[in-house]
């Protein structure tokens, strides 16, 4: 098929996003694509080959991947800005463009954040012996391989491996460990497969299985992941942190749904409280430049968003449905507070810096 022989080549794209494939170990571009007055979707992104063809826009690596989706996402964002339609349309679509690229920004940093911890959890585990693993005949081949895999994430109960052919080929498999503790015989891997071996990964690590929902199963690890994010008040790095923030008047910093907050009144300095979401702003863009209307003492934190009516709304606090009412604050308390965001990378070393019993 050759580039502009079908109408999606000419689709107007409104952003990009690098995509992991466990199966292929590479990276798909998949874009935005404008459609009308109703929704944008993404899909995978397709380009034109030297010789005139068509394939599919693929990275080798997640740094190349993200420079390029970063240098087109900047040209995208300066195209829409510049297209002559009308002004609250554009608007619309400018917030749904920036909606859907942080919503795969912050999958990507939780899940992140999940596998660093998932591996931290057992980085004192013994490690097996290569040659104690017990395997079907038929994955013997693969002890070196497995072994190698088991040495980072002893947890693993699900592993995804290369399997090479007499003739020089190669496909990747799957070998599962069963109760007996036996590795089993090797099977071709497809999409759905790979998929769940690279989530066993993380699931695996907190005792949970990658076969079950997907997102219930993170809910389970935000759950176990809490009081460890409480424990972050201790480290002397985030208390230095704190306090250059609170030195230029930052009062609540937050990442990977962590709120500190500083509490002026009662002298009760920096908590850790979490962010949630309600149903009127799930999905919905985070609006940095927003504040936080506090008049109660929740521990949960709803950011500022904007509706897709490009509507601001300002954040608040709130206990969770099984908390209580939140106690109130005297009026001559209530607060309303920017906040700034923090690095997701610099979550996941802070939490490395927390020692595990």
């Not at 709130?318 to 906040?339: C, Q, T």
Request: glycine content about 8%; proline content about 5%.
């Amino acid at each position: 098929m050759k580039w502009g022989d079908t109408a999606r080549d000419f689709d107007t794209v409104l952003a990009v996003w690098p995509n992991y494939r466990p199966l292929s170990n590479n990276w798909l571009m998949q874009e935005l694509v404008e459609r009308g007055d109703a929704a944008p979707i993404w899909r995978d992104r397709r380009i034109p080959s030297e010789n005139g063809h068509v394939r599919g826009d693929v990275y080798l690596n997640r740094e190349a991947a993200m420079s390029a989706a970063a240098a087109l996402n900047q040209v995208l964002q300066n195209a829409l800005s510049a297209r002559d339609m009308d002004a609250t349309k554009k608007r619309s679509l400018q917030l749904k463009v920036a909606k859907n690229l942080q919503s795969k920004e912050r999958l990507h940093e939780e899940e992140a954040l999940m596998l660093a911890e998932a591996q931290r959890r057992h980085e004192n585990d013994p490690r097996p012996d290569t040659s104690a693993i017990v395997l079907s005949a038929e994955s013997e081949p693969l002890r070196q391989e497995l072994a190698g895999q088991l040495s980072k994430m002893p947890y693993l109960r699900v592993a995804m491996v290369v399997q090479r052919q007499p003739g020089g080929g190669w496909y990747r498999s799957i070998l599962n460990l069963s109760h007996e503790n036996i590795w089993s015989k090797p099977c071709r891997a497809n999409k759905r497969s790979a998929e769940i071996a690279m989530r066993a990964q993380i699931a695996n690590g907190f005792g949970l299985s990658a076969d079950d929902h997907w997102g219930e199963t993170k809910a389970k690890i935000r759950q176990i992941l809490l009081p460890r994010a409480n424990q972050l008040l201790q480290l002397a790095s985030v208390q230095r942190m704190l306090a250059e923030a609170l030195a230029v008047g930052q009062r609540v910093l937050v990442s990977n749904g962590i709120v500190f907050w500083y509490e002026e009144h009662g002298g009760i300095g920096w908590l850790v409280k979490h962010t949630a979401s309600t149903k009127d702003s799930e999905g919905s863009t985070l609006w940095k430049e927003g504040t936080i209307r506090s008049i109660n003492h929740g521990r949960l934190v709803i950011l500022p968003y904007i509706k897709e009516s490009g509507e601001h709304v300002r954040g608040h606090t709130r206990n969770g449905p099984n908390d209580g009412r939140a106690k109130p604050r005297h009026p001559d308390h209530y607060v309303d507070v920017p906040f700034a965001q923090l690095d997701g990378d610099l979550m996941i070393g802070l939490f490395g810096e927390l020692p595990y019993e």
